[in-house]
């Protein structure tokens, strides 16, 4: 069971019909409009985490901190991610 405001609701009805199969490519996406950094970082995300099946990727958010540390209910807050991600840096 997921907890219910700790999704983005119209982002878990628009991408809950694919269930465990992979997400299409929206159409309109075009790499090229962002700068080299971020190509790079979108390009890491999805080799490491592209391999991994929707509830493969859902039990791992759901074992990261944020998730475990906000209510039933309960959006998690910008701030708590935020703290999370930045100890997830490699520097």
């Known amino acids: 069971m997921y907890n219910a405001l700790n999704v983005v609701p119209e982002i878990y009805r628009l991408y809950k019909q694919y269930e ?20 790079e970082l979108l390009n890491e995300v999805y080799e490491v985490y592209g391999q991994y099946t929707a509830p493969t990727l859902k039990r791992f958010t759901h074992q ?6 906000t209510a ?19 520097k």
């Open 72 to 90: 039933l209910n309960e959006e998690i807050s910008l701030d708590l991610m935020k703290a999370y991600f930045e100890t997830q840096l490699v």
């Open 20 to 39: 465990v199969n992979s997400l299409p490519q929206p159409d309109d996406f075009n790499i090229d409009l962002y700068d080299r950094e971020t190509q």
């Open 64 to 69: 990261e901190l944020p998730w475990k540390e």
